[in-house]
């Protein structure tokens, strides 16, 4: 069940109206329910007997400390891909050995940052890769334990930007060149090969083009075992669908389900990276309606706030938090930016007037981490909601905040 309801005609977070959250914090804003993180996270571990697997959340969906706390709390573990993710999942206090280094872009001071906090493994995704590591794993006097992403050569995922597993993207190694880098890294001293992973996109409705990767996984690591190599864990990525207006989508338990099928004669471990399914329908923005001008509903959070429906043409619903109040009518709810790609929703038919605080739903996965300062626009805050408590765990930026890295050249050079 959500835990983002109406009750008497007023939108809740678990027990607290969302309109006191609005008046205490003001808008644009993000809530998020602790209860549906720690129920999509349970939905995906719960299917997992003991040490059978492991969740590795993707971090780059929703990135907040307290979040990234709070599910490392309940045994979670990480996909990172950049040194800003590496720190914040450390400061959250994540357990280094279940954090997963993915990316095509390493740099030398990532590659050394992730050493010196010994994590599980960095997913190589290139041979160039592999071999900077191995020179860096010498230069550091250490054996540093690597998986090979593989590029499983699969057209899925919700939209052409967030495709990732097909030959011409430009994500890990082509199914042909695995057995060679596998080769490459049983004879290096520097480096020792304990997995393979892939990813195929994002927003994945059909079950079979993840049972698919688990066939391709399978058929590697019993290639690879041939030449003499024992592997720890198979990682299938992430990418599982949700509903954002969709009316039926895909179970994380019926996911798990299949790819343990088809990998039941397997011995690695399984790992997941699920994002959105996990911190998707976990938040909300909140928005306010500022002015009426004809057809267009003009609110105060715009394509900085949340770029997706603007980047990828995502439909998100949008409700008013007190219903029953406002008369309905077609908007195009547009927002602040100078862009005419700013719009929220089109022909939207929706209860609002001026000085209404909406709901914009499902904004938990790729909302406020993909935020930005466009037109100077100060970003917006985040709220934790737990029962009947809430809490800020990212305040708004400040003006101040908005310049703090510039510098004001006041004299002459
Ligand atoms: N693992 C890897 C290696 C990934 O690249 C991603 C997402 C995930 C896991 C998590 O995927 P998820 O379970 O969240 O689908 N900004 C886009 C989504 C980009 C996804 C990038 N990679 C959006 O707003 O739809």
Redesign the pocket.
Known sequence: MSNFFYKDGVLFCEDVPVSDIALKYGTPSYVYSKKTLEDNFDAYSNSFIENEGMVCF?V??LSNISILRLLSEKGSGF?IVSGGELERVIVAGADPKKIIF?GIAKTNAEIIQGIKKDILSFNIESESEMLRIERIAKKEKTIVDVTIRFNPEIDSGGHEY?K?GRKKDKFGILLDGVLKLSKYISSSDSLNLIGLSC?IG??IFDLNDFKESAKYIKKLAREINNTGIELKFLDI????GISYTESDFPFPGDLVKDIKKELNDRNEKIIL?????ISGNAGIMLTSVEYIKGKYLIVDAGMNDLI?PAL?G?KHDVINVKKGKSKANNWTIVGPICESSDVLAKDYLLEASEGDVLAVKTAG??GHV?SSNYNSRRKPPEILVDGNKFKVIRKRESYDDLIKNEVNIESEF
Do not use: F
């Open positions: 993707s780059k969906s996909d993915t967030i990732t990813h994002s927003q990525g992430g990418g599982l990276e699920p994002g959105r399914s997706r990828y995502a996965a790729y993909m």
